[in-house]
Structure formats: structure tokens, C-alpha cells
């Protein structure tokens, strides 16, 4: 299937031109308003996400209350090896905030712990999916 325009053999976009929606190459999608990138590609980007998805863990706060106290420091001291604030410490350790991938990241080393998981897979494609609904609908019904 090619462009509906031109009948290019090209990756496709779905746009609309002059209130209809086509399916038409990159070129002809000038003329209208272009809003979903090629099917192909949108798969690649979100394969790509799928694999960089990382999080904190659950139990981070008694992880860290745990290392944290097995090396003998106190919440002051570690905040200044972590050069972090003392009430920063107190609160990821009481779990009322979750330190963000690069400080979990941080922890990881200076405690030696595992904080950062790699996301399951389904949870990733279920948001991923939820991002691109309302684009998939409209495409579906018509
Ligand atoms: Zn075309």
C-alpha cells in the first residue's frame, strides 16, 4: 500500500489533509497535519523505553535505614559523605520520599545495595499503551 496521495511506496503517516484522514508518505504530509508517526517506528521507540525503564525499589527506606546503620554512621554523617541534607536521609529512610534514580544510584555504591530494579516488562507496555490510546482509537474507528 503506498501513499494515498502520490502512490509512493514509503513509510506511511497517518494525517490529515483537508479534513480527511490518509495515509501518506513524509512528503505529502506537508499538506496536512501529520499526527501519528509511522506504526514502525512507534514500535521501536517504545522497545527502546522498555529497556531503560528502571525504578526504585519498594523497601528502599529499610534498605537504606539497614546499610546505612551497619556501617556505624550516623544519618548526619552519611548525609555528608552522600553530601545530601541530614533531614534528605531521614526522610528516604522513613520512606515519606524516594530518592530519585541517580541519588538511589548513589546509595547503591556508597552502601553497597541494591535499590534500582529494572521495571517488569508489562507494567512498561501497559503505560505505553495508555500514552498512545487516544491516537489508536481514532485510527481504529475510521
Ligand atoms: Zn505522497
Known amino acids: 500500500m503506498g501513499c494515498e496521495l502520490c502512490g509512493k511506496e514509503e513509510l ?8 480527511t484522514l490518509m495515509q501518506v508518505c513524509k512528503n505529502c504530509g506537508k499538506f496536512g497535519k501529520i499526527f501519528a508517526a509511522p ?4 514500535n521501536k521507540k517504545a522497545q527502546q523505553k522498555t529497556e531503560q525503564v528502571f525504578d526504585v525499589v519498594d523497601d528502599f527506606a529499610q534498605k537504606i535505614k539497614k546499610a546505612r546503620e551497619k556501617t556505624g554512621k550516623t544519618q548526619k554523617e552519611f548525609s555528608m ?4 541534607k541530614e533531614s534528605l536521609i531521614a526522610k528516604l529512610e522513613t520512606g515519606t520520599a524516594k530518592p530519585s534514580i541517580q541519588l538511589a544510584q548513589k546509595l547503591e555504591k556508597l552502601l553497597g545495595i541494591k535499590l534500582v530494579e529494572e521495571q517488569m516488562e508489562g507494567t512498561v507496555e501497559k503505560r505505553q499503551k495508555t500514552g498512545v490510546l487516544t491516537i489508536g482509537d481514532i485510527i481504529k474507528t475510521k
Open 12 to 19: 506511511l503517516f497517518k494525517a490529515i489533509v483537508e479534513g
Open 39 to 42: 506504526v514502525s517506528q512507534q
Open 81 to 84: 559523605e552522600l553530601n545530601e
